[in-house]
């Protein structure tokens, strides 16, 4: 065959999470959608396994590997896709929904949750992630990744950087391979880009504050902050029909919830990491625009430092969100966009 006259580039791509009727099924042309507002994004490529070998044996042949003695490690290849994105409450939303099941705002994950744990066509709704041109099979050709599960996501701010947009970070994995052809969507609910003309910045937050327990809101000059809602998800078994390997299920692990602040080092900072209250040294955190707004009523401060900046010093304050253990129908963290 000849070179292709063909390229790829980021631009021309369009990226959208759509929502699945079945279990190891592409979304339907009438899926539920949302165009992702993406500044940049990976995904696995298509051939992506290990190669397992065995040990070389005696005997004529035995000290090279012949095609039985290397196979591709199809039974637990897991596919991972990462969308890099601006802050709309829209995009924010359908991530906390994949994530944690909660996409309504305040996006609230509970510590009871999750509340299912084995994955499979009858007790979860996975999504698509869909890339418009994203195949390299042919020129105006689709690349789909079916029933992608959330790993993670981090939301993030630094009003130094990207005009002060609070952007989004969000990753997801499959076991199923990526399908090289189009969707034609029509019908359904669409979110397009048009529909996000608004997103979250730094500029615009009106209060952050630190409340330790025993201790009153310390109100934080806020240069950047970052939060982390991350779980493990993992594949079980395999279907050798057709030698897709497709997994028969998911197992999900547990939420950990961690974040950072970086705010001017002062007596507000100072008293925020001070507990009053030593027999329960947690503290309520805060960041809000009036609208966008993260709470985290639980949090566990993590070994604070200083940034010795020349514009002046700056408090680092890691922290970890919990839930408030009288009942575990309490809030870990909730994420708000309206």
Do not use: W
Request: hydrophobic content about 40%; some cysteine; overall charge negative.
């Amino acid at each position: 065959m000849a070179k292709s006259a063909l390229f790829q580039t980021s631009q021309q791509t369009n990226v959208l999470i759509a929502t699945e009727s079945t279990f190891g099924t592409k979304a339907a042309t009438g899926a539920a959608r949302i165009h992702m507002p993406v500044t940049s994004y990976s995904f696995s490529e298509v051939a992506n396994h290990t190669l397992a070998v065995a040990p070389f044996r005696a005997g004529a042949g035995g000290a090279t590997q012949s095609t039985e003695m290397v196979k591709a490690q199809r039974h637990d290849r897991m596919y991972e896709i990462t969308l890099e994105f601006m802050g709309s409450p829209q995009a924010i939303n359908r991530v906390c929904l994949a994530l944690f099941g909660d996409g309504d705002s305040p996006n609230i994950l509970l510590g009871s949750m999750p509340a299912v744990s084995n994955i499979n066509g009858s007790t979860a709704t996975p999504v698509t992630i869909y890339f418009d041109k994203g195949s390299a099979s042919a020129a105006n050709t689709a690349l789909s990744f079916a029933s992608c599960m959330c790993t993670s996501f981090t939301i993030s701010g630094d009003i130094g950087g990207n005009g002060g947009v609070i952007m989004g970070s969000a990753t997801f994995v499959t076991g199923f391979n990526p399908d090289k052809a189009n969707i034609s969507f029509s019908g359904g609910t669409e979110t397009t880009i048009a529909n996000q003309s608004s997103y979250f910045n730094m500029h615009d937050l009106s209060a952050t504050t630190i409340t330790p327990s025993g201790g009153s809101a310390e109100d934080l000059v806020l240069f950047s902050f970052e939060l982390n809602i991350a779980r493990s998800v993992n594949r079980v078994g395999f279907d050798t029909a057709a030698n897709s390997f497709a997994p028969l299920g998911y197992v999900v692990g547990g939420y950990e919830v961690t974040g950072s602040m970086t705010v001017k080092r002062d007596a507000e900072s100072d008293a925020a990491i001070t507990y009053a209250d030593t027999a329960e040294p947690v503290c309520a955190v805060s960041i809000t625009d009036g609208t966008f707004a993260i709470a985290a009523p639980k949090a566990i401060i993590d070994q604070s430092s200083i940034n010795f900046d020349e514009d002046g010093f700056k408090s680092v304050i890691p922290f970890r969100c919990t839930y408030d253990a009288a009942n575990t129908s309490n809030t870990v963290v909730s994420i708000a966009t309206s």
